[in-house]
């Protein structure tokens, strides 16, 4: 009724944390059509009775139904153990059988030997990778498909991955990674929703599970139909993590995932818009600006089941330890847009880096190269989602793995290895994947300082009038400074209010954050409250008088008193402080900080006591 304060909501597990082990179970004519590659992977024959394992990584073994192989023992470190049930493809209603399957993981190339390793001679592109994996005439391939229509934008269907942990980050203790709060006013979630309404798309799903409750409140809030204009069919819908009597446990993976809601029906969307033809899989935990119109020309011209997103980036700049790299032939014009996808690596070693860098002339280390990164931004044409997906019948739990079913470690490198057309659409602009908390803290302070080079490679580039970003509507008063104030390079959000005397220097400020006066601010990150007076009364301080910090985040409910000092002179690198040296002046309330990679994080409730040195 007007003017009541009633409501529906529903709630999810605010807190589940994804089981930390798997193993794949399957059955179907074949798993789709070969299940693994990564670290390990398997081929599946026609005939129930026999199932043919080949390791990609290491070695070659096969086994019997029921048998176990592998020369490593149960329960070894650096082996990774998987079980996978199949039926005939002449009688599905056969008996499943299952076989035991061990595989060694190679270790990853690290940074030091990169910038140590001499560049390759400058040539061609390698020809298509050879693998170990061995197809028998049997095994079954992607069947050759006539040329399929052109997938129009509206059939195009958006889902956006932003159900995953963030391990170690302890911003992610309360609120799942997609949610963390960006540019001040926005959340993560919304750079991806973003490209989506300003590509002309208008049906995007939101797959979460951990910690999901702000961004539950957040997309609900924050993207009515209005957004993609009045009168539109447009949606933005959040699916949750569920279970079935098949898979009992929470979804482990993006490609789990996506694969749970798209075999349920989830992903068919309301009954009042056309079936979709296609999907667009995002990671919601990423900074681009892309209009993925252009990804679906080059995913419609060059005819591909999959077509990836990648951004070429030069060797010195990443963390090879952790990022996927994909090799692609070279068109004609010397260009890789719409390139064939050759490779597609994970954590690769020093040998496979090398087979997929670009090398020009000048080059003296395998770090002055460039390579194509997997940006985590896939097309997947109906065909590929039934083939790849739809057959994998559920993932459940094995104590003896850690493995999880991802895209990029599992399902595109099948891909790629049995016959599917896999492309890449290169993406020209600036990407910065969220990963860790100084990856978060750098991106939001580089929007403080002026771009260097290309305004598209940027951080800068993120807040752009031409490309309108979505948020929760607020109405709070403006920012005001009482007195004689120094901003150098930093962000102000609405409702702030800062004492006299105080110098703010390559910092942001959260909507309705008090500072006291005298106040020195330096690189710090201040979340914010939602209204003003949300803690602690209209006017009193987050941050007392005379205070000094430096190299800190400081979330929504802590208040720092007077006089305190806390810019870890000492460079310690990693500490909690939830356990000792306890600051907090409120055993119930108070929670406390963290120093991580040498950045001061006061958890929610923390107190600190006036005249306190960190």
């Known amino acids: 009724g007007f003017g009541s304060d009633g409501y529906v909501h529903t709630h999810h597990d605010l807190r589940q944390r ?31 009775s026999s199932v043919r394992w080949v390791s990609t990584s290491s070695r070659v073994t096969s086994a019997k ?12 470190d650096k082996t990774a153990l998987k079980r996978f049930r199949v039926r005939s493809a002449e009688d599905p209603g056969a008996p499943r059988q299952g076989v035991t399957v061990t595989a060694i993981a190679e270790p990853a190339v690290t940074n030091q030997e990169v910038a140590s390793t001499p560049a390759p001679a400058p040539r061609a592109p390698p020809p298509p990778a050879k693998t170990s994996l061995e197809i028998s005439e049997d095994a079954p391939a992607a069947p050759p498909q006539p040329k399929r229509a052109p997938v129009h934008k509206d059939l195009l269907q958006a889902v956006v991955m932003a159900g995953g942990p963030s391990t170690g980050n302890p911003l992610t203790e309360y609120e799942c990674a997609a949610s963390l709060k960006f540019a001040a006013t926005n959340r993560l979630i919304d750079f991806p929703l973003a490209n989506i309404i300003n590509s002309g798309m208008k049906r995007a799903f939101v797959l979460t599970q951990f910690n999901s409750y702000t961004l539950n409140q957040h997309v609900q809030a924050a993207y009515p139909p209005e957004v993609f204009g009045f009168g539109s069919d447009g949606y933005v819908d959040v699916l949750p993590s569920f279970q079935t009597i098949d898979d009992q446990g929470w979804s482990m993976g993006s490609a789990d995932c996506v694969r749970r809601h798209y075999k349920a029906g989830a992903l068919r969307g309301p009954g009042f818009v056309p079936a979709p033809e296609a999907y667009l899989i995002l990671s919601g935990e990423a900074l681009y ?76 280390f395998l770090s002055d190269c460039d390579v194509h990164v997997n940006m985590g931004v896939y097309i997947f044409s109906k065909r590929a989602m039934d083939s ?67 305004f598209a490679y940027s951080a800068a580039s993120m807040i ?18 009482t007195g004689k104030v120094e901003m150098t390079n930093s962000i102000v959000s609405e409702g702030v209010l800062v004492g006299g005397g105080s110098s703010v220097t390559n910092s942001v400020l959260g909507p309705c954050v008090v500072l006291g006066e005298n106040t020195t601010i330096i690189e710090c990150i201040f979340i914010g409250h939602q209204e003003t007076g949300y803690l602690h009364g209209d006017g009193a301080a987050d941050v007392g008088s005379g205070s000094v910090l430096r190299n800190c985040v400081v979330h929504s409910d802590v208040v720092i ?31 406390g900080y963290v120093i991580q990679d040498g950045i001061i994080v006061f958890m929610p409730g923390t107190v600190v006591a006036a005249g306190t040195v960190i």
């Open 388 to 454: 790849l997906l739809g057959r994998i019948d559920c993932v459940t739990l094995d104590p003896e793995s850690e493995e999880r079913l991802d895209f990029g470690k599992n399902i595109l490198p099948m891909a790629v290895q049995h016959g599917f057309s896999v492309v890449a659409h290169q993406h020209d602009g600036y990407w910065q994947p969220i990963r860790n908390l100084r990856e978060w803290y750098d991106a939001n302070l580089a929007l403080c300082v002026k771009a260097e080079g290309p």
């Open 561 to 591: 008193g007077e006089n305190c000092v806390l810019t870890n002179e000492n460079g310690e690198k990693d500490k909690n402080g939830l356990d000792i040296n306890r600051v907090t002046v409120d055993p119930e309330t108070g929670k």
């Open 464 to 481: 752009d009038h031409e490309n309108p970003l979505h948020s929760v509507p607020r109405c709070l008063p403006p920012a005001r400074f």
């Open 289 to 364: 600006r892309m209009d993925y119109g252009q990804m679906l020309k080059t995913h419609n011209e060059t005819g591909a089941d999959i077509t990836i997103g990648t951004a070429r980036r030069r060797l010195s700049e990443l963390d090879v330890t952790n990022l996927g790299m994909v090799g692609i032939e070279e068109n004609a014009d010397g260009t890789f847009q719409g390139g064939k996808v050759t490779r597609f690596l994970e954590k690769p070693d020093k040998k496979a880096l090398e087979a997929v860098a670009v090398c020009y002339e000048g080059a003296e």
């Open 65 to 76: 139904a029921d048998g176990r192989v592998g020369g490593q023992s149960r329960g070894s």
């Open 18 to 48: 994804p089981p930390p082990r798997l193993i794949w179970q399957s059955h179907g004519p074949v798993v789709p059509p070969a299940l693994g590659r990564g670290r390990t992977g398997a081929l599946f024959s026609r005939k129930a």
